[in-house]
């Protein structure tokens, strides 16, 4: 490319005879190129001295970002409380009536809220389940023999010495269980056969009703005594519920003690105050012969 040096020269050159006019408007125009072209330079110069300083600037501003107020403290992230209950988870095996059973427990932590709840259903109160009646004592066992002795049962039986070669056997012949009271908890009604023995023998009974009290006791809610000659249980007795039921001997007056004339299965049921005959069938007398 020419520079402006040899385009000058080579019209100084085609000039013709104004040589001197035209050196003077050379230098001129060399003078006036030289102040643009420090003009230029002075302005590229500045241009790239902000640029740098911009970029340092920028670059500087960079740095100190992170290290803006230094003085304030150090931001903490909140710490999340958690409130710990304890669960206890309880395992064991119940014992039978009458022992204690044992148990194991393990304690786990939960971070959930526990909220506690008060029931409001009383515990059940003793059951006469659990008294076994066949070891148990029963007082004014043989009424009707005017025996008023209470009766100590083991194995569901008892013996009531009378005298030399008389005494009195007790039996426990049924047992049945119901609320007879209404109070949710179960009670007993039973059948007790008193039988007389000497040179004879012979039978009478009655039915009674039990209620369960603390510290494994019973007392007697209800009793009927019926069951003496001339009619005499003489046969099957069972029990269901409230109600026993049982095989009797009827003798007319004209019987003989070994030949009763008719029978009767009969049923009777405990209505919380009294025992009720609720059904009388016909029978053959199951003592007859």
């Not at 992230?77 to 958690?82: A, F, I, L, V």
Request: hydrophobic share 30%; glycine share 12%.
């Amino acid at each position: 490319m020419m520079s402006l040096d040899d385009r000058l020269h080579d019209l100084f050159e085609s000039s013709g005879p104004d040589v001197d006019e035209l050196r003077g408007d050379l230098r001129q125009v060399r003078a006036r190129v030289r102040q643009r072209s420090l003009r230029r330079r002075a302005a590229f110069g500045a241009v790239a001295a902000a640029v740098v300083a911009g970029g340092a600037f920028l670059l500087l501003d960079g740095d100190i970002g992170d290290d803006v107020r230094t003085d304030a403290p150090p931001a903490t992230e909140p710490e999340s409380t958690t409130t710990a209950s304890p669960t206890t988870e309880t395992t064991g095996s119940a014992g039978a009536p009458g022992t204690t059973g044992t148990s194991t427990s393990s304690t786990s932590t939960s971070s959930t809220t526990t909220s506690s709840t008060t029931s409001t259903t009383a515990p059940p109160g003793p059951s006469m389940r659990n008294i076994d009646l066949g070891e148990a004592t029963h007082p004014n066992a043989c009424p009707g023999y005017d025996d008023s002795r209470s009766a100590a049962l083991r194995g569901g039986v008892a013996s009531l010495p009378v005298s030399d070669g008389v005494t009195h056997e007790v039996r426990l012949e049924a047992v049945g269980y119901g609320d007879a009271d209404g109070d949710g908890d179960e009670d007993a009604v039973i059948m007790l056969k008193c039988i007389f023995l000497g040179a004879d023998s012979d039978n009478s009974g009655l039915v009674r009703a039990y209620r369960a009290t603390a510290g494994g006791g019973f007392e007697q809610i209800g009793n009927q005594h019926l069951f003496e000659y001339p009619e005499e249980p003489n046969g099957a007795t069972s029990a269901s519920g409230l109600s026993v039921t049982l095989d009797l001997d009827l003798y007319d007056a004209d019987d003989g003690l070994c030949c009763p004339s008719t029978g009767a299965r009969q049923t009777w049921r405990f209505d919380g105050t009294n025992f009720v005959l609720t059904n009388s069938t016909p029978i053959s007398p199951p003592g007859a012969g």
